[in-house]
């Protein structure tokens, strides 16, 4: 972990241990705490642009991990609580406890470690089978811009989180959309709504119940940068700012 290198990886500054059983990594600081703190606390909030920047951030990281180092690495544990904040709002992926290295020419592998309920391919939670198509970012992506987690008390018997935003992203998308990023007397309602939309699309693109049929980090990671530059230029932003700690 100390040898990959990315700006949207938490960095491992080093180790430490004593002559017992404590060990610890020493990793770099985030101020800004998860995106799960922003995503749920009653006085903090993030805008479109803001939630579209952070998963082009983690978008990235896992390129890297899956495709851009020697090693594929496969986090296997995907979720809000992993994703870490810099002062600047730029996003880490953190927490590599489950992480898994496939080997040269291995494309996937099996283990007994299981992540956390709700943020699991099919694949891994039923038979273990570990391949960089199981760090199903389309859950992150539906989680962060509907603020409903995969384990809510709604989703019971078939319903789930990515069944009941397919259901109704064909007929009424208004009602996928966290109700704190959709206001109708903003003079950029239906730009905003379509680009969320075409972000659930990219996010069900993401879930496939096949691992074979869901698209690669590579191309979800130019999928989002052309969805974020659509929504800047149809705004009228003139530069894509990081915006500080701000309020609804």
């Known amino acids: ?63 890297y991990l899956h495709q851009g180092y020697s090693t594929p690495i496969v986090h296997c544990d995907l979720k809000p609580s992993n994703i870490l904040l810099d002062e600047d709002m730029v996003a880490h992926v953190g927490d590599f406890g489950i992480a898994k290295l496939l080997g040269e020419g291995e494309d996937m592998r099996q283990t007994m470690t299981l ?11 039923s038979e273990g089978i570990v391949s960089t198509r199981c760090d199903v970012f389309g859950i992150l992506l539906m989680e962060t811009f509907t603020r409903k987690k995969p384990t809510d008390e709604m989703f019971v018997g078939e319903l789930n989180l990515k069944l009941w935003v397919k259901e109704l992203l064909a007929h009424a998308p208004i009602r996928v959309v966290d109700a704190n990023l959709m206001n109708r007397e903003d003079k950029h309602f239906v730009v905003k709504l379509t680009c969320i939309s075409s972000i659930m699309e990219l996010s069900l693109a993401c879930t496939e119940d096949s691992p074979e049929d869901r698209i690669n980090m590579r191309d979800a990671l130019s999928m989002l940068k052309k969805i974020k530059k659509k929504l800047l230029k149809n705004i009228g932003a003139e530069r894509n700012t990081r915006c500080e700690i701000s309020f609804p």
Not at 14 to 30: G, I, R, Y
């Open 115 to 125: 992540a956390t309920i709700g943020y699991m391919a099919p694949e891994y939670g």
């Open 1 to 63: 972990m100390r040898n990959i290198r990315h700006r949207n990886l938490v960095k491992i500054i080093s180790s430490c241990t004593n002559n017992m059983d404590f060990k610890a990594l020493v990793l770099e600081l985030m101020p800004n705490g998860s995106l799960q703190k922003w995503l749920y606390s009653h006085n903090l909030f993030l805008d479109v642009v803001q939630r579209l920047n952070i998963m082009e951030d983690v978008a990235s990281a896992l390129e």
